[in-house]
């Protein structure tokens, strides 16, 4: 840590990278970052290679980001490229390019972190890496007001679902207190995440549910989503990111997989599991990465069918040898 904070003070452009398909933790690690360091008087270009979900677009630094082609057309040249929640080269799309001729520092909170820079701090003890972003802003002496502590609080609230899973450890309530402290709003936060969802949403999920199924004595719950059933009800990858927590939600179920044709020959596999089931080692086993509990990998060139057929099976195997069901 003590090494990136000393290359944000040296630098004067720096160029801040999320990942591709971005949650909540992502967007709010690349806007406190951008906003606390613009404000310290630095040119700042907050970027992620991905279309940002319609659901954040409330907040007023959004427009701001930039995908990889608006970052060439603005011919911004930084002296240090900062990448957050990011645990592999493939997680910042096309801003990988950059990786071996922009200096570069990571930080991140993934157990299946690949190290691929000059610097980086990584700690999977942390809930959210927005917890992380917190201490590097601390330390810079960032001054938060509302808007930057709202912004960092978002990233606590959403990679904790909202200090509901295990990764709410005690840490993690005191961070979220402090920045509520310091002015954060909570229920903007909530208002924005949970309670703003469009019609076609429940109508897709419905048919998710129709096509649900079940493996390993309940333990296991799976569905898909083809890139005909989002254009059937004009939606996108943005508004499933969270129907695979509420497949985990149905009583019994260990483990819950979304697997989403986000473009054509592209699945990405969303898993969510409970209390017990160890699903970056298995991500790992399948080209992706993540947590404990919450895990994922992008696949090209398959099928949703294909990929289903490959992925389903190693997982009831694991299940079975884990627990012994048939």
């Known amino acids: 840590m003590e090494e990136i904070v000393k290359a944000l003070k040296e630098a004067n452009k ?13 967007i709010s690690s690349v806007l406190s970052m951008y906003t606390a360091l613009k404000r310290m008087g630095k040119e700042v270009m907050p970027a992620i290679d991905w279309n940002i979900p319609w659901i954040f677009e409330e907040l007023e630094e959004v427009k701001d980001i930039v995908d990889y082609d608006g970052f060439i057309e603005s011919g911004f040249k930084p002296d240090l490229m900062l ?13 990988a390019e950059l990786v071996e001729k922009v200096k570069t520092a990571v930080v991140d909170h993934h157990q299946t972190h690949q190290k691929f820079t000059d610097y980086s701090w990584v700690d999977s003890t942390f809930g959210a890496c927005a917890q992380m972003v917190l201490r590097i802003l601390e330390k810079l002496g960032a001054e938060y007001d509302e808007k930057l502590a709202t912004l960092n609080l978002m990233g606590i609230l959403t990679d904790t679902g909202f200090l509901r899973y295990p990764n709410a450890d005690v840490r993690a309530f005191k961070d979220a207190t402090k920045l509520v402290e310091r002015g954060g709003k909570p229920y903007v936060i909530s208002r924005m995440i949970l309670e703003n969802k469009r019609l076609e949403q429940f109508k897709l999920f419905s048919e998710v549910l129709d096509k649900m199924k079940m493996e390993a004595d309940g333990l296991l719950v799976y569905s898909y989503i083809t890139q005909e059933m989002y254009k059937k009800h004009n939606c996108t990858s943005d508004d499933s990111s969270g129907f695979v927590s509420e497949l985990r939600s149905i009583r019994g179920v260990e483990v819950a997989v979304m697997f989403m044709e986000v473009e054509p020959k592209h699945v990405h596999v969303s898993m969510r599991s409970r209390e017990w089931f160890d699903l970056a080692e298995f991500a790992k086993s399948i080209g992706g990465g993540g947590h404990k509990r919450a895990a994922g990998a992008s696949i090209e060139g398959k099928s949703v069918q294909e990929v289903i057929d490959m992925v389903v099976p190693k997982l009831v195997e694991k299940l079975q040898q884990e627990v012994g069901v048939k």
Do not use: N, T
């Open 14 to 26: 720096v160029l801040v990278v999320g990942h591709i398909m971005p949650d909540g933790d992502d």
């Open 83 to 95: 990448i957050v929640d990011v645990s592999s080269p493939d997680r910042i799309g096309r801003f």
